[in-house]
């Protein structure tokens, strides 16, 4: 069992940026495949990004990639993503989500999710 929890989420202009934090619970953590999801209000969930148990692999939607940078300190049960150049489309609801089966590249329906932070950027 593996429990998420975001923070770092809030309001930021067009070009700023901001760096989430997810912190797992669970000593399995290191073994798991995590990634971001977002939900923009009136849109379905989307993928963002996905990292594998050992930091070495890392997966991006087109729309973010070259802007988001995902990351994770296993020693410290927590994933990051670093959002840079931040657009008025990137707002949204965003999502952790952890798997133990699924590879970087097949993170659709993962086991585990967190709440939710709330990523406004204006313009």
């Known amino acids: 069992q593996v429990q998420l929890v975001e923070s770092g989420g809030g309001l930021v202009q067009a070009g700023g940026s901001l760096r989430l934090s997810c912190a797992a619970s669970?000593?399995?953590?290191?073994?798991?495949?995590m990634g971001w999801f977002r939900q923009a209000p009136g849109k379905e969930r989307e993928f963002v990004t996905a990292?594998?148990?050992?930091?070495?692999?890392?997966y991006y939607a087109d729309s973010v990639k070259g802007r988001f940078t995902i990351s994770r300190d296993n020693a410290k049960n927590t994933v990051y993503l670093q959002m840079n150049s931040l657009k008025p489309e990137d707002t949204a609801v965003y999502y952790c989500?952890?798997?133990?089966?699924?590879?970087?590249?097949?993170?659709?329906?993962?086991?585990?999710w967190g709440q939710g932070t709330q990523v406004t950027v204006s313009s």
């Open positions: 989500a952890a798997d133990g089966y699924s590879d970087i590249y097949n993170l659709r329906a993962p086991g585990y």
């Open positions: 990292i594998n148990w050992s930091g070495f692999s890392t």
């Open positions: 669970g000593r399995t953590f290191s073994s798991y495949t």
